[in-house]
């Protein structure tokens, strides 16, 4: 719940920064007519995407800790001139600001279930990219987010953004850094550390769903008295709905983080389309400073919020019937978002090169690339089930198809919406059309999660645009009951798309808890002092439980300032996680290591390598085995061994344990490995070479024999005399001792 409010408090901060752009117009905020109640909700919209976009660019240049509490001050001001004006429109202003609040705290709130984290540190599915922003959220609250590899490499020591393991600097191939921001402010009103809320954090996305369809919800506000306030809960269940949405959940269970943000601030620019303000200048300002928003939260939004932004100043036009208006709304908008992406643009243009570069045929999973075209119509309300079997049920498509029609006829049928229709139609055909031109596999959801938000924020302006026509007070009562039913069929339509998906889609998050889910004493656990060495041992864990781990742990250990190593790993790509570049065959450099965190699977599997009872701190996901208390020797699985069992772990010819002893020349230490051979080779006859000399063939044996040790690193490689393929041993168990010597 502490994370919850956080996200929250945040929401307030901006929004009570974004009511100071509401200008009192002869001591009123907040005209009765429709065109003042438009213009102080367009008002409201565009001082909340202003702040937001001030802290985004500050945060480029210094740490985030410097603006984000600095505009609580800010904030205060503004609820107070609220209080201050309550009798002129301030008061009912600042109940907007409560729903839109309490809208992103239920968000939030959903968000905490769905990963379950009262009971986990961290729940995802099989993507990793939740490291990549929970490394960034905490790195853009203390780091200016605009750096060159060389600052992030020489603060985490784990090398820029091209080796990997971290994905924060201006080498990226594509840009995350406004999410980062805005992750890092939503947590620093007093949220928790764990994994799973900077995944509760992103539910700030909500808030820009929720000011980008405040000026077309307002517009209900000046019907009869008795609908005089119906909007606002009506706003607050759209911006829920959307939000659980299919494609927008997919995106979140995909651990697409800046995809949900990106997407949310690119809808709402599509949403402030259909607004009906007559501010030219606010108008074409809100458009571009928009577009700018989604495009620094993810670079891959540009191109749709700058074509939504496009029709928004047709739109504009249109309604004042002028040429002139078109002009100077294309000049403002365009100056706006170049003025407020600034350093992006370059960053923009280098993500477009590397995309296009990359973005043709390949495999992922999917389906609508290879179906009939006819199923891209569903796809926006339809979204897919990440991981899931079917991927795509006949019912969500039937549900899509639906929607889709009866939102189209809605849209055109209302003049208002049309061109944001229009908009919608030319992004979906743009994007739809990249990826089936260049057979793009990748690409597939990836689009749908771009277009889906979007449909969806214009079915909901389609539902407030039917809500403000159902309550003027000059419509018949046959007319009201045909816009109700029509409201109805849309809204339960939009809550069984949610319920098609959002079935299967948790079946298939609690099945990855197992393997992907990490217990609340994960990051606790953990040793807390700084410049010590961590070594990590994977062997008890394998896929993508070892990719997950031990990529947390070494980046804990470097964000500690500690220095965390990996023996020289081998063709199986989940050992190390992304930080398998950068840390891996590193076990040959460290010095005097002080910890080994012992990596353990869900299963029950466990490091075959034993120490001394009393070292051993045990956690959940981990043993931490303390080596002033163990003895001077660590020692990890190398290259060749294969995942282990309950019974022991296979390993081949050729299979490697590296050792690291921290103690002087001359000392007596020995490892000894207790092995036995496969059931299908019966031979356990082996030649070591331990580095320094190339021993005697030996025979393994399951009592155990003894491998001498020098001071230092050395890795020992067990070699079987006939070179045969395959697992040909079983090591049950490896030990150390070191004769009357201590550690350094």
Known sequence: MATVFSVAACSMVLLTCGSLFVRANKGELLPA?????????????????????????????????????????????????????????????????????????????????????????????????????????????????????????????????????????????????????????????????????????????????????????????????????????????????????????????????????????AAMVLALATSLDRCGWRRAMLLGLGASLAAHCYGEAAAAAVIFAAFGVIAGALLDRSWSTFLKGALLCAGAFFIASNVLLGELLQSASDVEGIASGGTWEGMYLHASPWTWLAAPFAGMVVNGSPYVSPGMLLVGWSLTLFVGVGCVYLKSMRPALLALVAVSLFLVGFVEIRDYAYGEHKVVQMIGPAACVLAAALLLNLFRVFSEADRGKWQRWGILVYGVIVLLLMLAAI????????????????????????????????????????????????????????????????????????????????ARRALGDSLKSATDPRWVVQLKSFTGVQSPFKYAPESIKPSTEYNLVDLSKAGPVAAVSGWGWLACQAEGCPVASGFEIEALVSADQGADCHLTLHADHAAEYPSLEVIIDAGNARLQPHRLAPEGIDIPLVAGWQRITFTDPNATPGALWVVREVTSSCAGVASK
């Open 33 to 265: 007519d429709l065109q003042g109640a438009v213009g102080a909700a367009a008002s409201l919209t565009l001082g909340v995407i202003a702040t937001a976009l001030f802290v985004i660019n500050v945060n480029l240049w210094f740490p985030g800790k410097w603006v984000y509490h600095g505009l609580v001050a800010l904030g205060a001001c503004g609820l107070l001139r609220l209080v201050v004006l309550r009798r002129s429109g301030g008061a009912e202003i600042l109940v907007w600001l409560l729903i839109l609040t309490a809208a992103v705290a239920a968000v939030a709130y959903g968000v905490g279930l769905r990963v379950d984290a009262a009971n986990y540190w961290l729940v995802e599915t099989s993507n990793h990219d939740t490291l990549f922003y929970f490394e960034g959220a905490r790195w853009a609250v203390n780091h200016p987010v605009f750096v060159e590899p060389e600052v992030v490499s020489d603060a985490l020591h784990l090398g820029g953004c091209r080796l990997g393991a971290v994905y924060i600097g201006i080498d990226c191939p594509v840009y995350r850094g406004g999410s980062y921001s805005m992750l890092g402010m939503a947590l620093s009103f007093g949220a928790g550390r764990a994994a799973n809320d900077m995944l509760i954090a992103s539910a700030l996305g909500a808030l820009f769903m929720g000011v980008g369809l405040l000026p077309v919800a307002v517009m209900g506000r000046v019907g009869t008295a008795k609908w005089r306030f119906l909007w606002l809960p009506v706003l607050a269940l759209l911006v829920v709905v959307i939000y659980f949405s299919p494609s927008m959940l997919a995106a979140a269970i995909n651990s697409n983080v800046a995809t949900t943000i990106g997407a949310s601030a």
């Open 499 to 578: 319920h098609e998906h959002a079935r299967p889609s948790m079946r298939v998050v609690e099945g990855w808890k197992g393997v992907h889910g990490l217990s609340l004493d994960f990051e606790r656990d953990l040793p807390g002092a700084d410049n010590q060495a961590w070594v990590i041992d994977d062997t008890g864990v394998e896929g993508v439980e070892r990719f997950q781990k031990s990529h947390y742990v070494a980046y804990l250990a470097h964000e500690r300032l500690s220095r965390a190593y990996l023996p020289k790993l081998d063709q199986e790509g989940m050992r190390g996680g992304y």
